[in-house]
């Protein structure tokens, strides 16, 4: 019985290290050197304790396996931890008695160190499969080295060939296991990190598509007016369109700033800004992509509504809130805009629609990036738009039915002008 209890506590002494590796290192512990130190500190309490606690049986055949957290420690750690676990399990043997054990110990260390480092290059760029096989075979050939040197240290004799037999047959059996369990855990392992790094791609290309979207706004809207200044009877001013274009093209450029800028932390580069009259410009950019829609725009917008902002981000949200509301009305219809300030400190932007409404469950998805009902729709602006207000400090309500339209109320809080 005590020895299926020493040998179980001698597993537990290798699994706890690899454990503890996969748990709490790998990923925590950013630097390789301090991995390193501390996998060399774990390896090194474990050849202790299996030096300490050995399987006993038979008169005074003791068995241990400090070779495999040497193994271990060496293969996947390399030369210095390797040297420093080697040097340990000499010092420890030392410390506990000088006896022909110690000699043994030295010898078996001597012949076989410089052989597992020379297969440690090797095992570092292989397989799983080759690695269990250099594991298994350093394994082998230090039973054997054990095996000679014992016998010819201390005389052959059957008892003694049966003990270093079994050694031979745990260190090896045992060797395979934990190799196996390793290379699995490792596999596991990387497959995740590879998982994470192809979900950062993703939200790379999503970041473009985003991109591309909000590029696209003002470069259609100065499309329109440059298509209206060929036109010979203006039914406004030259100048006015071309102070809209250029300020379209002022926030394109702008958007690719703030995209350039999208990884880095983001300053808050808010300013005081008139809702009101940013709410106007939009209105005035919508125009023409409502009036080829057939759609009205009617506005309450009342003066001095001042919130902490950024302009070009709050005109980006309105917009895209704007456009789909325009684009819920395939028929034609009016949207009711109005800016408010209330009661409670608040600003109330509300954009309503008489269009084609949502129902609970697509209200529910609004905002996640792709979802989309539309045929060339991107699934992207209720997103950005949504972000955008958040960043503002501001809520966005949505009050939607089927069949009968949409309200969107943004509140974002009201900052007083002192003049
Ligand atoms: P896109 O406009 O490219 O489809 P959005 O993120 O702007 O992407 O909108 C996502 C979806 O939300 C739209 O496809 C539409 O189905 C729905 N939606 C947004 N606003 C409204 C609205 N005012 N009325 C009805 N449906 C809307
Ligand atoms: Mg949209």
């Known amino acids: 019985m005590s020895i299926i209890k020493d040998f179980l506590l001698q597993l537990t002494l290798m699994v ?12 925590k512990v950013k630097s390789d050197n301090n991995k390193k130190v501390l996998m060399t500190f774990l390896w090194g309490i474990s050849i202790i304790l299996c ?19 040497l193994l271990f420690g060496t293969l996947y750690l390399g030369f210095g931890p390797g040297v ?10 030392l410390y506990s008695g000088i006896n022909m054990g110690v000699y043994t110990t030295v010898l078996v260390l001597l012949l076989s160190l410089p052989v597992i480092l020379f297969f ?3 095992f570092v760029s292989s397989n799983k499969d080759k690695r269990i096989k250099i594991a298994v075979g ?3 050939y230090y039973c054997l080295v054990g095996l000679t040197s014992f016998g010819i240290l201390n005389g052959f004799s059957l008892d003694i060939v049966k003990v270093q037999l079994i050694h031979l047959i745990f260190v090896v059996a045992v060797t395979w296991f934990f190799t196996m369990l390793m290379e699995t855990i490792r596999e ?3 497959l995740r990190t590879e998982l994470l790094n192809s979900e950062k791609l993703k939200v790379v290309s999503e970041l473009s598509s985003v991109f591309a979207h909000e590029i696209r706004n003002p470069m259609q809207v100065t499309r329109g007016f440059l298509q209206l200044l060929d036109d010979p009877e203006l039914p406004k001013s030259k100048k006015e369109y071309i102070k809209i274009s250029i300020e379209e093209l002022d926030r394109a450029n702008e958007i690719i700033d703030d995209f350039l800028t999208f990884g880095k932390p983001t300053v808050n580069n808010n300013i005081k800004v008139n809702a009101g009259y940013q709410m106007e410009r939009v209105i005035n950019i919508i125009q023409g992509y409502s009036q080829n829609h057939h759609v009205k725009i009617q506005t309450k917008i009342e003066d001095d509504c001042w919130i902490d902002a950024n302009p070009q981000k709050l005109n980006q949200s309105l917009i895209n809130i704007m456009k789909n509301a325009v684009e819920s009305m395939p028929n034609g219809g009016t949207v009711w805009v109005t800016c408010t300030a ?3 400190g608040n600003i109330e932007i509300m954009i309503k629609d008489q269009g084609i409404g949502m129902t609970k469950k697509q209200q529910d998805r609004l905002g996640s990036p792709f979802y989309s009902l539309k045929e060339n729709g991107t699934g992207l602006g209720m997103m950005v738009s949504f972000q955008i207000i958040r960043s503002f400090k501001g809520t966005i309500k949505v ?17 007083f002008q002192t003049k």
Do not use: C, M, W
């Not at 030096?51 to 957290?69: E, H, K, N, T, W």
């Not at 420093?84 to 043997?93: D, E, K, P, Q, W």
């Open 16 to 27: 706890i290290p690899i454990f503890v590796y996969f748990t709490f290192i790998t990923e």
């Open 51 to 69: 030096i300490s606690f050995p399987l006993s049986f038979g008169q005074d055949a003791r068995l241990d396996l400090r070779f495999i957290p």
């Open 84 to 93: 420093f676990l080697s040097v340990l399990v000499i010092l420890y043997r």
């Open 120 to 122: 440690q290059k090797t």
């Open 138 to 140: 350093l394994a082998l």
């Open 188 to 190: 596991i392992h990387q």
């Open 342 to 344: 209330t009661t409670d």
């Open 399 to 415: 009050n939607s039915e089927k069949g009968r339209g949409t309200e969107f109320i943004i509140l974002l809080p009201q900052i």
